[in-house]
């Protein structure tokens, strides 16, 4: 029928095959030809039953994005599956891959549905801000029930097949042969002389539903949304197919869709979306990406230890290599201990523990890293140290190995220098706790290879990393748009504002929290160990390491924690030191609110970004996007420090830092000539974002 839908007739059962690759989404391309396939067939004799399969690597995986906020072209899903619901014979989905969003949508409007089973099945459009527009809240609940309907619209996760046939979702699961099998059990559903009901007349799980029971889960849920919009309207969607006839309750689905679909957040998340795919990038055609089969790590502390099980659960062998036979078993032992946390939680299997534990191979040699392909340095943040480690992969990695620092802050141009081989030296800075953390910031340095850089950014998807290439600078892009975030901190102190003022602004913007207690949280001793380092004080911080006050560690920090609680609370007795230094220097308290704690943080935050775009350390504007919502918490609603400043208007951020670099002469409101620019076109000039 077309290039993307086609038609074939297998012993009396019409296969109607979606071929739109990657992910056969449902553009307009598929959705026409889909609809027109799906009329004649109503109306067909010759068809007993009805299947819809996809060719390729999966079933649909989702509408296409692209054309959100775009004006709708017809037939749009919803009437696909309305369509669908009007065959008097049995239609049945064949699904394998992955059904998400409108893919499982469009499964929903079938009779039935069978998987194969590695398939999955979700509605994931929570991610991007939206709700699943096709029906998707009135159906699932229909099927699966309302608990499990709202755990999997709110959560966005998908679901096994295996999970979704004890659930109810799934008619059948097979192990082999999907297609072949799915015509079988079409032909057997058109054999029977029960009545076919479609999906949204099956009330009986719906009927179930203790509503007191629910509104609890659902205000449970709501309390984890962090101040997002998708998740609460997927909640009220499900309720309304709860209390509401189908057809009012859908009505209602497509008016929240649309509200979301138009707002700021969606806008935000379906930046984000694309913005992940591009970081990851790297410049050249067809460049061969260089094998990897074993993982070697240097240092087995808690970033070693981490990164370690971040390749292991991706199924990588690993060389864990440390100084002496006693640091390597405590090494071991944290990481044995970790897992047997997550297979308590019951996150882990005992038998997938097991599988990954037996991937680690400990010495203290480095010869024994002479077989693997990338070798990774996450010893002490000291540039003699990496450079003497440097220097003795160098003497035994095998020509072609990728050798790779986890350095926070320093100049991989510099480690690279201390090799022979500096095209295949790069940076991996990950994120603590490495195995948890999503975020990946490559280091390319001046002399990295394309291919080398291509082979890492491959693995980072493959051990499930959001990956962003970066260049060479003191803290690459996080660290150091970090540290003018933080520049105001102690001034804005020791004008008057608490540490939980100061916080408490951060996390009514949606940061899940603020500076000062993330400080306590990490080690207020790792920030003054980094400040001596670089010959630099910080008046406040400084006096409470000096009194041993390292944050939640040490039970006080900017807060107290009383009994090992980690719930932070204020302490007179900071409040009180910090009276005394901002005596010493002669400033007077005054009131400071929420709006210039942000100008003071947020606005300087935005203007280092511009100036790294400047530089071209990132490439692109949602490069800094992506470092900034998974590796430091930027709330994904905003989309990103660089994303916001359009929403927050970029006028008005170079207007009050020139009202800031006026009144304090500080550098670090001093507007960036790209951000000035932005202000002037609407756009991050020439920096793809």
């Not at 309305?82 to 014979?89: M, S």
């Not at 929240?256 to 410049?283: I, M, T, W, Y």
């Not at 540039?383 to 050798?403: Q, S, T, Y």
């Not at 220097?585 to 300087?604: D, F, K, S, V, W």
Request: aromatic content about 6%; overall charge negative.
């Amino acid at each position: 029928m077309s290039n993307f839908v086609s038609v074939a007739n297998e012993n009396g059962v019409a296969v109607v095959t979606i071929d739109n690759p990657p992910v056969n989404a449902l553009s307009f391309a598929v959705r026409k030809p889909l609809y027109e396939a799906l009329i004649a067939l109503r109306d067909d004799p010759a068809a007993k039953a009805i299947v819809i399969a996809c060719a390729g690597r999966t079933f649909v995986a989702g509408a296409d994005i692209t054309e959100f906020g775009k004006p709708v072209e017809q037939p749009e899903l919803r009437a696909i599956i309305a369509l669908l619901e009007t065959i008097a014979r049995p239609t049945v989905a064949a699904i394998h891959g992955t059904a998400l969003g409108g893919g499982l949508e469009l499964a929903l409007g079938c009779h039935f549905r069978v998987a194969d089973r590695g398939a999955r099945l979700g509605l994931p459009e929570v991610k991007l801000g939206l709700l699943p527009g096709g029906g998707g809240t009135m159906r699932l609940p229909r099927l699966v029930g309302t608990a499990k309907a709202l755990d999997m619209i709110v959560s966005g996760a998908p679901i096994p097949a295996g999970e979704a046939e004890a659930a109810g979702l799934v008619d059948a699961v097979f192990d082999d042969d999907l297609l072949a099998q799915t015509v079988r059990f079409a032909g057997e559903m058109a054999d029977r002389s029960e009545p076919l009901v479609p999906v949204r007349d099956r009330n009986g799980r719906l009927a179930e539903t203790d509503l007191a029971f629910f509104d609890a889960q659902a205000a449970a849920l709501a309390k984890k949304a962090r101040g997002l919009d998708a998740p609460l309207a997927c909640a009220e969607a499900v309720r309304n197919a709860i209390t509401l006839p189908f057809d009012e309750a859908l009505a209602a689905e497509r008016q929240l869709f649309a509200k979301l679909v138009s707002g700021d957040q969606s806008r935000a998340q379906r930046h984000l979306f694309f913005a992940e795919r591009e970081a990851a990038k790297v410049p050249g055609k067809d460049l061969q990406k260089r094998g990897v089969a074993r993982v070697g790590i240097v240092g087995a502390g808690t970033m070693g230890g981490g990164i370690a099980m971040a390749f292991a659960n991706g199924g990588f062998p690993v060389t864990l290599l440390e100084t002496s036979a006693e640091a390597l078993r405590r090494g071991l032992a944290t990481i044995e201990k970790n897992y047997a946390v997550s297979v308590g939680r019951g996150s882990l299997s005992d038998e997938a523990k097991k599988e990954r534990l037996g991937l680690f191979r400990g010495s203290t040699d480095y010869a024994d890293l002479a077989d693997c392909d990338l070798i990774i340095e996450a010893v002490f943040e000291d540039m003699a140290v990496k450079k003497e480690v440097f220097g003795r992969l160098d003497a035994v990695a095998k020509p072609g190995a990728i050798l790779a620092t986890n350095t926070s802050y320093l100049d991989v141009n510099a480690i690279a220098a201390s090799t022979s081989r500096p095209q295949d030296v790069l940076g991996m800075h990950f994120f603590s706790p490495a195995n948890v953390m999503k975020l990946l910031e490559i280091v390319r340095a001046e002399k990295t290879a394309p291919d080398a850089l291509a082979t890492v950014a491959d693995l980072a998807r493959r051990i499930g990393k959001v990956a962003v290439v970066v260049g060479v600078c003191h803290g690459f892009v996080g660290n150091r748009m970090l540290a003018a975030r933080g520049a105001e901190n102690e001034f804005l102190l020791l004008e008057g504002a608490t540490p939980g003022q100061v916080d408490k602004a951060f996390t009514d913007f949606g940061w899940p929290m603020g500076p000062f207690q993330m400080g306590d949280l990490a080690g207020l001793d790792i920030g003054w160990r980094n400040r001596k380092a670089r010959g630099q004080a910080a008046a406040i911080a400084d006096t409470l390491c000096e009194q041993g006050r390292f944050g939640q560690k040490t039970g006080r920090g900017w807060y107290r924690y009383d009994g090992g609680s980690r719930e932070p609370a204020q302490d007179p007795e900071v409040e009180a030191l910090i009276r005394a230094k901002a005596a010493e220097q002669g400033i007077a308290a005054r009131a400071i609110g929420a709006e210039e704690i942000l100008e003071r943080t947020l606005y300087p935050l935005v203007n280092e970004g511009a100036k790294i775009l400047e530089e071209g350390i990132a490439a692109r504007a949602s490069d800094i996007d992506v470092v900034w919502v998974n590796g430091y918490g930027f709330p994904v609603g905003k989309g990103g420090p660089m994303f916001w400043a359009g929403v927050e208007g970029a006028g008005k951020i170079v207007e009050r830092l020139e009202h800031w670099h006026q009144r304090t002469g500080r550098a670090i409101f001093d507007p960036a000539a790209m951000l000035r620019r932005f202000a002037e076109i609407g756009a991050w000039e020439g920096a793809g974002g």
